[in-house]
T-cell receptor, first 116, second 111 residues
Framework: DAGVIQSPRHEVTEMGQEVTLRCKPI?????LFWYRQTMMRGLELLIY????????DSGMPEDRFSAKMPNASFSTLKIQPSEPRDSAVYFC??????????????FGAGTRLSVL | ELKVEQNPLFLSMQEGKNYTIYCNYS?????LYWYRQDPGKSLESLFV?????AVKQEGRLMASLDTKARLSTLHITAAVHDLSATYFC???????????FGTGTRLQVTL
């Protein structure tokens, strides 16, 4: 498997613009996670899905952030409108839980977002 | 709510030396995970420890779990420069797949 695939790898945008980050999890995994990493706040869990259903979005910072998982092989994280404080590296991770998996989360390469 | 604390936060060590990174967690955690992150890169899974007394080793790294003490350790033997990275531990609770990460330990191995 190619692993978790994120796109784009880098995104530079201006304040107020809409940003969409994309993630393709490992095939067969039933959990998908979105994280944000900054120097100041470390690694933060934003939201996670189980079988395409959002389970916990308590980490989503504001209504400007939304995430969807329309099917088992695709998820998006959208920021609208973007602000400079949203600048961070956003990671997507997937895992296989239950008796078949050990819960290891496999991380994508990340999207480095810069909002000017 | 599970809390995970690592120490030290930063560790500078010479090549050839041994050292241990500690990971304490606040409530029962079914499993304990260790990850490595190189600068500018993603997180890579190193170990998953599934039960009390579990020990896993890979090269110069050895991880162990003591669930009674709520403590996991990552021991580095005869450090080499290539081990320079940030190391994270993470725990989960119950059957949830959500992980709670520690703040990370930045390891710098000097020549």
């Amino acid at each position: 498997d190619a692993g978790v695939i994120q796109s784009p790898r880098h995104e530079v945008t201006e304040m107020g613009q809409e940003v969409t980050l994309r993630c393709k999890p490992i095939s067969g995994h039933d959990y998908l996670f979105w994280y944000r990493q900054t120097m100041m706040r470390g690694l933060e869990l934003l939201i996670y899905f189980n079988n395409n259903v959002p389970i916990d979005d308590s980490g989503m910072p504001e209504d400007r952030f939304s995430a969807k998982m329309p099917n088992a092989s695709f998820s998006t994280l959208k920021i609208q409108p973007s602000e400079p404080r949203d600048s961070a590296v956003y990671f997507c991770a997937s895992s296989l839980a239950g008796t078949s998996g050990n819960g290891i989360q496999y991380f994508g390469a990340g999207t480095r977002l810069s909002v000017l | 709510e599970l809390k995970v604390e690592q120490n030290p936060l930063f560790l500078s060590m010479q090549e050839g030396k041994n050292y241990t990174i500690y990971c304490n967690y606040s409530t029962t955690s079914d499993r304990l995970y260790w990850y490595r992150q190189d600068p500018g890169k993603s997180l890579e899974s190193l170990f998953v420890l599934l039960s009390n007394g579990a020990v896993k080793q890979e090269g110069r790294l050895m991880a162990s779990l003591d669930t009674k003490a709520r403590l996991s350790t990552l021991h580095i033997t005869a450090a080499v420069h290539d081990l320079s990275a940030t190391y994270f531990c993470a725990g989960n609770t119950g059957t949830a797949s959500k992980l709670t990460f520690g703040t990370g330990t930045r390891l710098q191995v000097t020549l």
